[in-house]
């Protein structure tokens, strides 16, 4: 079973992001350069990768690295739970 780390740097990879530039305060706008579109790819890979969904509200939220791992973590918790 693969870890997030590790779903993350396959999602990273698909979307040409180096994993030599994968750390928790990296921006997507500002070290990535991302426009609308990647934001949205990045969206559904995460959907895809992790059967979660993300909301407009979580979509807005997407600006470092560590704020994506944060919204995936709580997603992945909000599940398991009864």
């Excluded at 928790?24 to 890979?45: G, P």
């Amino acid at each position: 079973m693969q870890t997030i780390e590790e779903k993350f740097l396959q999602i990273f990879k698909y979307m040409e992001i180096p994993k030599e530039q994968f750390r928790m305060e990296a921006s997507f706008v500002d070290d990535f350069r991302f426009n609308e579109f990647q934001f949205t790819c990045l969206a559904l890979y995460i959907g895809v990768y992790f059967k979660i969904n993300i909301s407009e509200k979580d979509y807005a939220e997407l600006k470092t690295v560590g704020n994506m791992f944060e919204i995936v973590r709580k997603k992945l918790e909000v599940q398991k739970s009864p």
